[in-house]
């Protein structure tokens, strides 16, 4: 099918419209079409060639909410007209130890992502969600809770389950300390779904600015990272912290503010770290550096669940597809509060 929507043609170049065929449905298959897509730092990165391994042209885009057009045969789950989202994954192997799991993401056959990734089955490339419509497995395709407002549904499927995957993994519950690191995308949601998991929590800013809006998200307490008579304070406070930083920084004032068997997890940063991590507060404590990726299909789904529950969604800033490269800039500045997202009946416009 052919489809409308916007790409990147370069890392250096403007996106702009662009024309594209889409794979046909198969038997498994839902085709969707996107009322709402969500901007992610990672859509930057990658459209820029940040990380290598661009692809061009390639249409970015994976916090995506639609409704349901179409359905193929063996399809049971969904019907027309189903508001539903898909997130950074359109396909596993299915097999692996980790898809057996229900960790898609970390898939050892390496996962199909929604943007620059090549279709397993025919080879194709697959495009994401600044477009028209999309068409995607039935097993990747997420339920939206009745109700949710569909705008601010659409960063859950990236920001959302990214800090929520990480806090049931180390089993955040009322009896936690957790600390987020950086007010974002990322962290207004991390600040979100730790306060309604029951978790006291704290936020690391630079910004002491960002006091009475870090509140109104669900901060308890806000540290001024650069302020060391309140780190040292905070020493040995927390079980977790979730660094949400997007670019490289020190984690070491941050390794003494973690209790005993406490873990500092990064999800937001995809690199080196300089400076090196100093490990005696590691060894003294039991404490640990580790990492996240997003999450599985099942957690992504008891993530909107719990969502639709609490009431929960992202805090955005709604614009047209035409104000896409400004964002870009904006979003680089951190000029959002706190996620763009794209109404995409403005595509044809």
Known sequence: MNVLGYAAHSSTTDLEAFRFERRDPRANDVTIDILYCGVCHSDVHNARNDWGGAAYPM?????????????????????????????????????????????????????????????????????????????????????????????????????GITTWSPLRHWKVDSSSRVAVVGLGGLGHMGLKLAKALGAHVTLFTRSPGKEQDARRLGADDIVLST??????????????????????????PYLP???????????????????????????????????????????????LDFCGEHGITADIEVIDMAAINDAYERMLKSDVKYRFVIDMATLKA
């Open 227 to 252: 302020d060391d008579a309140q780190m040292a304070a905070a020493a040995g406070k927390f079980d977790l912290i979730i660094d949400t930083v997007p670019y490289v920084h020190g984690l070491n």
């Open 59 to 159: 249409v970015p885009g994976h916090e995506i909410i639609g409704r349901v057009s179409a359905i193929g045969a063996d399809v049971t789950r969904f019907k027309v007209g189903d508001p539903v989202g898909v997130g950074c994954m359109v396909d596993s192997c299915q097999s692996c130890f980790a898809c057996d799991d229900g960790d898609e993401q970390y898939c050892q056959h390496g996962s199909t992502y929604t943007y620059n990734s090549v279709d397993r089955h025919d080879g194709m490339p697959t495009f994401g969600g600044y477009s028209e419509r999309i068409v995607v497995s039935d097993r990747f395709v997420l339920k939206l809770p009745e109700g949710m407002d569909l705008a601010g549904a659409a960063p859950l499927l990236c920001a």
């Open 257 to 303: 503010t973690l209790a005993v068997n406490g873990t500092l997890v990064l999800v937001g940063y995809l690199g080196g770290l300089e400076p090196a991590l100093q490990t005696v507060p590691m060894i003294m404590g039991r404490k640990s550096v580790a990492g996240s990726l997003i999450g599985g299909i099942a957690e992504t789904q008891e993530m």
